[in-house]
């Protein structure tokens, strides 16, 4: 049975730092591409950060020079370093692992910046 438990979010001031983790189990994670979303209440659930299993990266626009996404392959876990905090990135932030076509999420975790 596949798990993603993220943990780190809470309540930050903006222009403050949190770092979300995701702890994968039950997958073959150094073969998964994985990746943090989110989602705002009335809004669809958007891309904030992706990293394959080759190491590539991708990042929205709006949090691009900001926000770093990285792995530990050995610890099956997957950081989103959050810098220069912005109200607007108040959401719902959820752990994906994508392994072919099928998709594997975490419960979420929320981040909330208060201005």
């Known amino acids: 049975q596949v798990q993603l438990v993220e943990s780190g979010g809470g309540l930050v001031q903006a222009g403050g730092s949190l770092r979300l983790s995701c702890a994968a189990s039950?997958?073959?994670?150094?073969?998964?591409?994985v990746g943090w979303y989110r989602r705002t209440p009335g809004k669809q659930r958007e891309l904030v950060a992706r990293?394959?299993?080759?190491?590539?990266?991708k990042y929205s626009d709006s949090v691009k020079g900001r926000f770093t996404i990285s792995r530990d392959n050995a610890k099956n876990t997957v950081i989103l370093q959050m810098n220069s905090l912005k109200p607007e990135d108040t959401a719902l932030y959820y752990c994906?692992?994508?392994?072919?076509?099928?998709?594997?999420w975490g419960q979420g975790t929320r981040v909330t910046v208060s201005s």
């Open positions: 990293l394959t299993s080759d190491s590539s990266t």
């Open positions: 039950g997958i073959g994670f150094r073969l998964a591409a």
């Open positions: 994906n692992a994508a392994l072919g076509t099928t998709n594997y």
